[in-house]
Structure formats: structure tokens, C-alpha cells
């Protein structure tokens, strides 16, 4: 039997999304607010931080992965797909987008920010 399969992560069911949605609306519209807002790569480097930061110091990390997919969709919402796939490329890698990653994100949607 392969052990791997039962390590990898699972999609959450749509009630545990509405759940953490609704404990965690507090940090997903301030660090929406805070990763909408940047002006630059570097920006938003520094906003996606210190909102993971900010969200497992009070949190912990085991809601980590849906409280980022929540924010990323919170993000396309605002019509912000360069900072919403930011947080995709953490959810699912693990590690922040590295600039080059950013300067394409933010080129791809014609936003030509240094």
C-alpha cells in the first residue's frame, strides 16, 4: 500500500470554505484590503508576508491552505488576478512567488508597477 496517497492533501468540502469564511472574515478582508492595495512588486511581496505572518500567529497553520484559497478568491473578486494568483502559486508550492513570478503576474494583466 503507498503511503503517500494518504499524506496528500485533500480538497476541502464547500461547508469547511463557508465555515473558515465566516471565522476568519476578519483577516480575509484586512489582508484582501492590504494585498489590493500595493502598488508595486515589492509591495505586495511584503503584504502577502506579513498577512501569512499575521494569520498563523493568531491562527495557527493547520487552516492555512483554505484560508488561502479563500483570499485568493476574495482577491479575484476585486479584480486583483495578479495579487490572487500570488496566492495561488503559495497555496500550492508552499513558498512565495519569487519576484520574477510577480513581474510576470503583474505584466500579464498589463500592470507595468516596479
Known amino acids: 500500500m503507498n503511503d503517500d496517497i494518504d499524506t496528500f492533501p485533500r480538497p476541502r468540502p464547500r ?9 476568519y472574515e476578519l483577516e480575509l478582508a484586512r489582508g484582501a484590503s ?3 492595495s ?13 498577512t ?3 494569520f498563523v ?13 479563500l483570499l485568493s478568491r476574495r ?6 488576478p495578479e495579487a490572487a494568483s500570488a496566492i495561488r ?5 508552499g513558498r512565495p512567488p519569487s519576484a520574477d513570478e510577480l513581474r510576470s503576474l ?9
Open 57 to 69: 500567529t493568531l491562527h495557527g497553520d493547520e487552516d492555512l491552505p483554505v484560508f488561502l484559497e
Open 75 to 80: 482577491l479575484s473578486e476585486r479584480k486583483k
Open 15 to 23: 461547508s469547511e470554505l463557508v465555515k473558515c469564511a465566516a471565522r
Open 34 to 36: 492590504h494585498l489590493a
Open 106 to 114: 503583474w505584466s500579464s494583466v498589463g500592470v507595468a508597477l516596479g
Open 89 to 93: 502559486i503559495l497555496k500550492d508550492s
Open 38 to 50: 500595493t502598488m508595486s512588486y515589492a509591495a505586495l511581496e511584503a503584504a502577502i508576508l506579513e
Open 52 to 54: 501569512v505572518a499575521d
